[in-house]
């Protein structure tokens, strides 16, 4: 079984920073893109960045030039740098992954818990 589990989550003040990470672990022969996505109260789930296998990043609009998604093969670990965060930031932020096991040659996605991060002054 493949779990993902973030973390580095918490409590920062308007224009503070974080880091946070998400492990993989569990029988992977590979990983695809990895993905950040963020939930807040009240709303619905909505994405916030991608890197792909190749290195290949993406990001929503309302997070472009604050957060920077990278990610560590060796570790097969994903992170998320957010900066200049604002109280609209304030989420769950969950990450996902298209896996490939060793039990089969196709590839699911798979999801972590999230962590939480609360912006305010």
């Known amino acids: 079984q493949v779990q993902l589990v973030e973390s580095g989550g918490g409590l920062v003040q308007p224009g503070g920073s974080l880091r946070l990470s998400c492990a993989a672990s569990?029988?992977?022969?590979?990983?695809?893109?990895m993905d950040w996505y963020r939930q807040a109260p009240g709303k619905q789930r909505e994405f916030v960045a991608t890197v792909t296998g190749d290195g290949v990043t993406n990001y929503a609009d309302s997070v472009k030039g604050r957060f920077t998604i990278s990610r560590d093969n060796a570790k097969n670990t994903a992170y998320l740098q957010v900066n200049s965060l604002k109280p609209e930031d304030t989420a769950v932020y969950s990450c996902?992954?298209?896996?490939?096991?060793?039990?089969?040659?196709?590839?699911?996605?798979?999801w972590g818990q999230g962590t939480q991060v609360t912006v305010s002054s």
């Open positions: 996902s992954a298209t896996i490939r096991t060793y039990s089969g040659p196709l590839y699911g996605r798979y």
């Open positions: 569990g029988n992977i022969r590979s990983i695809n893109s």
